[in-house]
């Protein structure tokens, strides 16, 4: 791995770990035996690293956001997949949802890019959601759908700043946390079977996260 690479990688980890705002650029150089000046000849600023990091993000987010529900697969199925592309993405990226309040304004490539990624993610959960009514496996009104699905986006979106703001997680527990909170939007309008199915899938989550801390 290059050096800008095992800089970048190492900086996505700790910003999640530790928060964006208590990791220095000579903490991230001297783990990296680097000297400071050689991480700043890849990356002049942790802003730079920011950037750099957002890019990724965009990517991957973007390939998140093309999972729809399948006819080859039952609806719910295809939901727990959802929810584990998602907790992937917010493992993996966790410090930009969680630490808006230490690095201040997005990213230009997240700004270019924000409304883009709020209408594809309407569009999947309301996809999702309306298969959902259509098979019958979720008692929701129809004119009530996009409701549910903005105040979804939100409790993922916001779920981490959340937890972080009362103190109540920081670690990687919390997307878990984040996930089963969302659940309980439409869990009661669910087939009892169908919201077990996505409950303990959820707890899996949460449980596989307990178990990478350990």
Do not use: C
């Amino acid at each position: 791995m290059k050096t800008r690479e095992r800089i970048i990688a190492l900086a996505q980890a700790r910003f999640n770990e530790f928060g964006y705002g208590n990791v220095t650029t000579a903490a991230l150089a001297a783990e990296l035996g680097i000297s400071e000046g050689n991480l700043w000849y890849h990356f002049k600023t942790k802003r730079h690293l920011l950037e750099s990091i957002s890019e990724e993000f965009i990517r991957y987010s973007n390939e998140r956001l093309a999972l729809r529900p399948s006819s080859e697969t039952d609806v719910i199925e295809g939901y727990i997949e959802l929810m584990m592309a998602h907790e992937r993405e917010l493992l993996l990226y966790r410090f930009l949802y969680r630490d808006q309040a230490d690095y201040g304004g997005h990213s230009q490539i997240v700004l270019d890019n924000i409304t883009g990624l709020y209408d594809k993610s309407r569009a999947q959960f309301r996809a999702f959601f309306t298969e959902m009514v259509r098979v019958g496996l979720l008692d929701w009104p129809e004119d009530r759908i996009d409701n549910l699905t903005v105040n979804a986006i939100i409790l993922i979106r916001f779920g981490l700043e959340y937890l972080r703001e009362t103190q109540q997680a920081f670690d990687s527990s919390a997307v878990e946390q984040t996930f089963l909170q969302h659940l309980t939007l439409f869990e009661h309008q669910l087939d009892p079977a169908a919201a077990k199915r996505l409950r303990d899938a959820a707890a899996r989550l949460l449980t596989d996260s307990a178990a990478r801390a350990a």
